[in-house]
């Protein structure tokens, strides 16, 4: 859907005629302007914020980002302030109020990253690095660019967060900077909510959200700035994403380690006991055999399933790009298979291997479940469904480790923990609001990629906190990705390439400055 014809059918279902206001579109002007004339200041304030250390469980480090955060959106505009909570990351909460405003828009970003091993990173994670395009693509490092010196979009930033999630901080900035220069007005009331706690599982969010429950309250729709673009390298939205819980399966053998000369043939191989149990949740293309598995996904609207029938090929690209012959669930895409429950095998130990490797049967075996849920799934059923099925395979679960007397009674036995984590959530593409959302981003992303560019997608196969908001606050919310597919978020090199950072100030451009509809 074009915005012509976005605009045409919101005005069909409100029953009014849609004027675009004439600021709203000078608005993007005055913003890409002043993006063009900041380039390289604007790319040496994101590296200033990279250079601030955001491992959430690193309270010292922590407080600095968020600080330096707030003072950030302060110097725009934005009345700015830390909500905090003993021993958890403070929240970075703002508002920037509109008189006249007849909506209001929620952003959500959160500024905490992953965990580091430096001995991983090309270079330090955070000490921002600026490459001439992709590792990858053969790009070489060189210095950041000086005031009024031009910025090639192609060059690539890497530290930690990059792609996940300070891209979507670095663009807002200048946007609220161009306002103030060029006298822009926003069209909403705007709340910024920064979760300093995203990547550890963002367990005091309820919480900061009940403390501005009534400014919460007044919020229309909530706008995620998180994730990637699509895999084609085209912009997206999406309006739902995957829950995730862990789960931990332990099988034993002897109460100690095992010489495999002696005892090899003999004591109870706890590697294979393993093995062979993970064999019976999966088949061979990948579908999880534990009955019940399927069962409770919701459907996807119509809206939804005309989104996914429109979304672009990306399969066999993508398995060219990972060197990957087959993948799971073919001949269903990818973009089918994230709207169904994952199970997945994150890890195994038994014993050691390489230069550790000793000749043992191991006392144990361990192994690490990542499951993802979609929307239907409750994660405590699911979690019954898979200790049902480690049940009807001949084993005894327990919860903690087994004494003695259990190890004799019992031939085969699991210890069983974990098991919490987010639900999915989804917002209906249908909602007035949304419809407003996907006309602005239309609009953005056309400048920046063409026009058609937009890609709707029904989910996100990553997981965020949106069911608190969704769920819980009853609000409905929009994923607007801005990284690069190929950020490398979560893992080593982490990158933004720069024009998806230029994109991003289009989008929120847009976004901000979007006509208001009267429903």
Not at 189 to 212: C, H, K, P, T, V
Not at 307 to 312: D, F, G, I, T
């Amino acid at each position: 859907m074009n915005t012509l014809q976005t605009l045409t059918a919101i005005s069909f279902i409100a029953g009014v005629t849609v004027a675009v206001p004439l600021h709203a579109q000078s608005g993007l002007e005055v913003v890409r302007s002043y993006r063009e004339n900041h380039e390289a200041t604007i790319l040496n304030d994101f590296a200033e914020l990279l250079s601030y250390p955001n491992r959430a469980r690193d309270t010292e480090d922590i407080q600095r980002a968020a600080t330096y955060i707030r003072d950030r959106l302060r110097s725009v505009g934005v009345d700015s302030k830390l909500l905090e909570i003993d021993g958890v990351p403070p929240l970075v909460y703002g508002e920037l109020l509109v008189d006249g405003a007849e909506r209001t828009l929620g952003i959500y970003v959160h500024y905490d990253g992953q965990p580091v091993d430096p001995s991983n990173w090309i270079h330090p994670p955070f000490e921002p690095t600026l490459y001439t395009a992709s590792m990858e693509a053969g790009g070489e490092p060189r210095a950041f660019p000086k005031t009024g010196e031009s910025v090639n979009e192609e060059w690539r930033v890497y530290a930690r967060s990059a792609g996940d999630d300070k891209a979507p901080i670095a663009a807002i900035l200048p946007v609220l900077s161009a306002f103030q220069e060029g006298n822009i007005t926003p069209t909403s009331n705007l709340i910024f909510f920064f979760d300093g706690e995203e990547e550890a599982g963002s367990r005091n969010l309820g919480q900061y959200m009940d403390m501005q429950a009534d400014r919460l309250s007044e919020i229309d729709v909530w706008l995620f700035f998180d994730g990637p673009a699509h895999q084609s390298g085209r912009p997206q939205l999406t309006f739902g994403v995957r829950g995730s819980m862990g789960m931990e399966v332990t099988v034993y053998g002897a109460t100690r380690n095992l010489h495999s000369g002696h005892y090899g043939n003999w004591a109870p191989d706890t590697g294979n006991i393993l093995a062979r149990l993970l064999a019976t949740m999966k088949d061979e293309e990948g579908r999880v055999l534990i009955d019940g598995w399927y069962d409770t996904v919701e459907p996807l609207g119509t809206e939804e399933q005309a989104a996914l029938e429109a979304m672009p090929p990306v399969d066999q690209e993508l398995k060219r790009e990972l060197g990957l012959v087959w993948t799971e669930g073919e001949p269903e895409t990818l973009s089918e298979r994230i709207l169904l429950p994952a199970l997945n095998i994150r890890g195994i130990t038994s014993g050691n291997t390489g230069s550790l490797a000793r000749n043992v049967i191991p006392n144990e075996a361990i192994a690490s479940l990542g499951i993802r849920l979609v929307k239907g799934n409750d994660a405590q059923m699911m979690r019954r469904l898979v200790i049902k099925h480690i049940e009807r395979e001949g084993f005894h679960v327990v919860t903690e480790d087994p004494d003695i007397n259990t190890r004799l009674r019992y031939s085969r036995i699991a210890k069983v923990t974990g098991g919490g984590g987010y639900p999915a959530a989804r917002t209906e593409m249908s909602n007035l609001y949304v419809q407003e959302v996907i006309s602005a981003a239309s609009v953005a992303a056309d400048r920046a990629f063409g026009s058609g560019s937009l890609i709707l997608a029904p989910g996100l196969g990553g997981t965020l906190p949106l069911y608190l908001f969704t769920d819980v606050a009853g609000k409905p919310a929009v994923n607007v990705p801005v990284a690069n597919h190929d950020n490398n978020q979560h893992a080593p090199n982490e990158n933004l390439r720069i024009a998806n950072l230029w994109y991003a100030i289009d989008l929120y451009a847009a976004l901000l400055t979007m006509p208001v509809t009267v429903f």
